[in-house]
């Protein structure tokens, strides 16, 4: 069974600090992982994925995200907050092992609150 | 269009009424998905089509719902004699033919029974 867990329902961090957003995952073959970003009305926008290769990779908006196997994590970050970061992240993942599964399962989200 | 595409963005349905869910996904993506996100929840999967075959619906949480490909661009989710707990948004994603693409969503459909 696949299953995504997001232990933090609410991340504040002050404007300029680093932030972190967690999340870990469970699989029964090798992880496709994803983050997406959700702002008030509108749909889930894709921010990153790690596929294979680097643990560490890069995405939109100067997020980045490392995947670490022996924990089965995949932890969000980025350098420095800024307002426009505050929103609703969601991790995902798909079992590569799964023929035809496709589809994504996603975490319940953790809101992101940078303060000015 | 440049994303996917979702109508109505809103709608309101008595209970009992059925309900129709539009959606245009990116031109040339093959894998389609329909997502259900109750409030303050993750989206969860409800059913995938590739092309106009619909490949899993091990999520539709009962046979009042159905969803249609027929020709392997346009989808539609139906609810048939919706209910309250149906209230949520539907939302409907695309990707590109393999299973390390990212899936791009479109803005969702918010369904109210009242």
């Known amino acids: 069974a696949q299953s995504v867990a997001q232990p933090e329902d609410q991340v504040n961090v002050a404007e300029g600090n680093p932030l972190t957003v967690k999340c870990t995952y469970s699989v029964s073959g090798n992880p496709y992982l994803f983050w997406y970003v959700q702002y008030p009305n509108r749909g889930l926008q894709f921010l990153l994925k790690y596929i294979t290769g680097d643990n560490l990779v890069k995405g939109s908006y100067g997020f980045e995200a490392e995947f670490n196997k022996s924990q089965t994590s995949f932890h969000l970050k980025k350098p420095s907050a800024l307002v426009s970061d505050s929103a609703l992240y969601f991790c995902?993942?798909?079992?590569?092992?799964?023929?035809?599964?496709?589809?994504?399962?996603f975490g319940t989200g953790t809101r992101l609150t940078v303060i000015p | 269009g440049a994303g996917v595409s979702q109508s109505p963005r809103y709608k309101v349905a008595k209970r009992g009424q059925d309900v129709a869910l539009r959606c245009d996904p990116i031109?040339?993506?093959?894998?389609l998905f329909w997502y259900q996100q109750a409030l303050g929840q993750g989206p969860e999967f409800l059913t995938y089509f590739q092309n106009e075959a619909q490949l899993d619906k091990s999520g539709l949480p009962s046979d009042r719902f159905f969803a249609e490909r027929p020709e392997g661009s346009v989808s539609t989710l139906k609810i048939q004699r919706t209910q309250q707990e149906d209230s949520a948004v539907y939302l409907c994603a695309s990707n590109r033919a393999g299973m390390n693409t990212e899936a791009f969503f479109g803005q969702g459909t918010r369904l109210t029974v009242v």
């Open positions: 031109s040339g993506h093959v894998s």
């Open positions: 995902a993942v798909r079992d590569a092992s799964l023929t035809g599964a496709n589809n994504l399962f």
